[in-house]
């Protein structure tokens, strides 16, 4: 399987960001809010860069090649 239960644990998590951060934006229902220019777009910036991390991580593989346990 490409992606393991931690990939799409991050994904939701990240994707509930996302939805939460548009969200707010729309509650505010102004332009020049405080909400609308500055928490949203954090909100939506940690989403988006989850959702990126999430994509690319990979469990680290144990080849067993340690130097120490070789001797």
Do not use: H
């Not at 490409?2 to 102004?30: D, S």
């Not at 939506?44 to 120490?68: C, F, K, N, Q, T």
Request: with cysteine.
């Amino acid at each position: 399987m490409v992606f393991q239960r931690k990939n799409y644990t991050l994904l939701m998590g990240c994707l509930v960001l996302i939805t939460i951060g548009y969200v707010i934006m729309r509650m505010e229902n102004e332009v020049d809010g405080f909400i609308s220019l500055f928490i949203a777009p954090a909100f939506l910036l940690a989403g988006y860069l989850g959702v990126m991390y999430a994509v690319m991580w990979r469990p680290a593989i144990d080849d067993g090649s340690d130097a120490e346990t070789s001797q």
